[in-house]
């Protein structure tokens, strides 16, 4: 991505400037599994690591190629690799950087899923420690001797918790530390964490990239801030040539060949097409999300809001300071005993349904789905109450989201 271009300009004429043989417009869609090649030793040469090229489809295709260095091009990054899922790329790094008897420090406020993940690793032998990672302090401390790697989200799912990213990066580039970012909630149009020091950022692509809900995928960026050289987990067979590459060839290597978690060159395109709009998108369902915001902040019947557009949120200031804008997704409590499920039931252009960065408003409650299996105690620990709904605020006319929800309340 060129400081001469913008952001949509860039991913828009992204495929013209690969210059694909007859013209397309787009990236073809490449479906063969396997790849020929004339000479017996290019196709030894490509095994081997000496050559660019494609031997077989689990580790890449053209049309994989082709979203990777878009994505790179958005995160601004030297490198970067897409996985069959957001969770697939996640799993990735830390099946392949981490080992038995590393230490993980990572945000308390994880996403459902990837705390789930995080369970895993500890019975993997992976000693992994949840902080609040809004304060430095709490980072800081959990410092160990095995201390590896630090993990947080931009803007938590579904409190809006934002770390303190800059301060954070700064402390992990002085120790050594790889800081890995997930990038879903903001995007690298609303935020790129290189500007933090991230060395890996992890973007959903599910979610705003692709926008329309119609397909799976996720992505592992390297920035280029971390010297991998230091690193002990480089496997001597991925030490060779360029150092700033070894991460992104092991992932590949170890995760791609070895575990399959693939992008399939439908979904990649499907993504790469979807990308095209994720600004114009995103400028949509962010003003609506801030209006629905101060709408339901300021109603009797609404107990607290969970947005970092509003001024009253403790990371407020912080958001205006990184952010480009403030998100689409905003949660918020409905007075106690409330039924969030009839409240969800009387909204009719709302969607009932777990995703977000979708063209569509989605909403579900949190206590009875997401975090359901997190039990009561572990809920209350990081902020989820009964009577929580999260919300992903689509593209809809933000007049018509305001009515709706407007009327919702009335019902209670």
């Known amino acids: 991505m060129t400081d001469k271009k913008g952001f949509t300009s860039c991913i828009v004429h992204h495929d013209r400037r690969q210059k694909f043989s007859n013209g397309p417009v787009h990236a073809p869609i490449y479906n063969s599994v396997l790849y020929n090649h004339d000479k017996t ?4 040469d490509i095994f081997q690591g000496t050559k660019a090229g494609y031997s077989y489809s689990r580790q890449a295709t053209p049309t994989s190629d082709s979203l990777q260095n878009l994505v790179n091009e958005a995160e601004q990054g030297i490198g970067s690799l897409v996985f069959a899922t957001g969770m697939a790329a996640i799993s990735s790094v830390f099946l ?3 080992k038995a008897g590393d230490h993980l420090i990572a945000s308390q406020y994880l996403f459902g899923n990837t705390h789930s993940l995080l369970l ?24 160990q001797a095995n201390t590896r790697m630090v993990f947080t989200e931009t803007i938590a799912n579904p409190g809006t918790q934002i770390a303190d990213l800059s301060a954070i990066g700064d402390w992990c580039a002085e120790l050594g530390l790889v800081y890995f970012v997930d990038n879903t909630m903001t995007s690298p149009y609303l935020f790129r964490p290189k500007a933090v020091k991230a060395a890996l950022v992890m973007n959903s692509l599910s979610k705003f990239f692709c926008g329309h809900g119609s397909v799976l995928g996720g992505s592992i960026t390297d920035t280029g801030q971390f010297n991998w050289q230091d690193y002990p987990n480089i496997f001597d067979a991925y030490r060779k040539g360029d150092s700033s590459k070894w991460a992104l ?4 290597k170890k995760y791609l060949r070895d575990m399959g978690g693939s992008l399939s060159a439908d979904a990649a395109y499907q993504i790469a097409v979807g990308a095209e709009t994720m600004a114009l998108r995103m400028d949509r369902s962010n003003a609506s999300a801030l209006a629905l915001a101060q709408m339901l902040d ?30 689409s997704l905003l949660s918020f409590d409905l007075i106690d005993g409330a039924d969030c499920a009839a409240f969800l039931d009387s909204i009719d252009m709302v969607l009932n349904a777990t995703h977000l960065g979708d063209n569509r408003t989605l909403a579900l409650p949190m206590a009875s789905t997401i975090f359901f299996e ?11 109450g009964d009577t929580m709904i999260r919300c992903s605020v689509g593209i809809e006319e933000t007049d018509d989201l305001l009515s709706e929800f407007s009327a919702a309340l009335e019902q209670l």
Do not use: W
Request: proline share 5%.
């Open 120 to 143: 895993t690793l500890q019975e993997l032998g992976i000693e992994v420690s949840l902080v609040d990672t809004c304060d430095l302090e709490s980072v800081m401390a959990a410092k």
């Open 41 to 44: 030793q290019d196709l030894i």
């Open 298 to 327: 300021a109603h009797p019947k609404v107990k607290k809001v969970y947005y970092p557009g509003l001024a009253t949120h403790p990371q407020h200031d912080l958001a205006t300071k990184l952010f480009k804008k403030y998100g």
């Open 96 to 98: 392949t950087l981490l």
């Open 374 to 384: 997190m039990g009561p105690k572990n809920r209350a620990s990081i902020g989820i």
């Open 249 to 252: 060839m092991q992932i590949k």
